[in-house]
């Protein structure tokens, strides 16, 4: 019996690849994000101690390529919220697979999470997934990290020393974004910080020195990169202030 392409496959893994490729195969820039990229990029998460279950899918687009998308996952099996997608659809996409009970999320342009994320200008910085770096800034600015946050992290910096490139996890990307937002800054290195103590207090993991050497270098250069003047001007009022969102869950 041939293959059934339209139906979503059961391991979230492979159906996040399933998806990125249909996409590349028709010139669109979609990318996996969250977890799932993690598990494609990261062989470290795909064993104990940081092996864990994937729940959903996550993507990211352009606006440009909104309705490919749509055209994209409605033939890969899946129902978009009509409703959703009309009201949000400029900086969000919902669809569903029945056949798995999962959601997928397709953030269009940009992430706005606990902080505003730019994902536009290096959505093709590699393919399939979102970079490394981007990939650590969407787990570094979650202020309510939970355990499968932090597992992810190990898993990105087990796997990946710090570079001036996409070939790992480009630190000057990082810092850089840290330096022009205060909050974003402040966060990141509240979650690196946490993170290392993670890593360090995480049974059986081999590589837990590692990580944290790596995350302390990441803060170090978060800390010394030159800030901007929007930067000091936030930092006079401290944490007085929030300065992170709270996101909403999507239903």
């Known amino acids: 019996m041939a293959e059934d392409y339209t139906k979503p496959l059961p391991d979230p893994v492979a159906e996040g690849l399933r998806l990125a490729e249909g996409a590349a195969e028709r010139d669109l820039p979609l990318r996996v994000l969250g977890g799932v990229a993690v598990a494609i990029l990261c062989p470290s998460s795909r064993r104990p101690p940081?092996?864990?279950?994937?729940?959903?899918?996550?993507?990211?687009?352009t606006g440009s390529a909104?309705?490919?998308?749509?055209?994209?996952?409605?033939?890969?099996?899946?129902?978009?919220?009509?409703?959703?997608?009309?009201?949000?659809?400029?900086?969000?996409?919902?669809?569903?697979?029945?056949?798995?009970?999962?959601?997928?999320?397709v953030f269009v342009d940009e992430a706005n999470l606990c902080h505003r994320i730019d994902l536009k200008r290096r959505i093709e910085s590699v393919p399939l997934t979102l970079s490394l770096a981007d990939l650590t800034v969407l787990k570094l600015?979650?202020?309510?990290?939970?355990?499968?946050?932090?597992?992810?992290?190990?898993a990105i910096f087990a796997d990946h020393d710090l570079t001036l490139d996409e070939s790992g996890v480009?630190?000057?990307?990082?810092?850089?974004?840290?330096?022009?937002?205060?909050?974003?800054?402040?966060?990141?290195?509240?979650?690196?910080?946490r993170s290392e103590r993670f890593a360090l207090g995480l049974s059986g993991f081999e590589a837990s020195e590692l990580v944290a050497e790596r995350l302390r270098r990441l803060r170090a250069e978060l800390d010394s990169v030159p800030k901007s003047r929007r930067w000091k001007l936030r930092a006079r009022v401290g944490e007085r202030k929030?300065?992170?969102e709270v996101p909403e869950e999507v239903q």
């Open 170 to 193: 480009n630190s000057s990307y990082v810092s850089q974004l840290g330096a022009g937002d205060w909050g974003l800054w402040k966060t990141m290195e509240l979650v690196a910080e």
């Open 50 to 61: 940081l092996a864990r279950d994937y729940a959903d899918i996550d993507f990211a687009t």
């Open 66 to 105: 909104k309705e490919g998308v749509i055209e994209l996952m409605e033939a890969f099996g899946y129902s978009g919220d009509r409703e959703f997608n009309i009201l949000h659809g400029h900086r969000r996409l919902f669809f569903w697979d029945e056949s798995n009970q999962r959601q997928v999320d």
């Open 242 to 244: 929030r300065w992170y």
């Open 141 to 154: 600015q979650i202020i309510e990290t939970n355990e499968k946050d932090y597992l992810d992290i190990c």
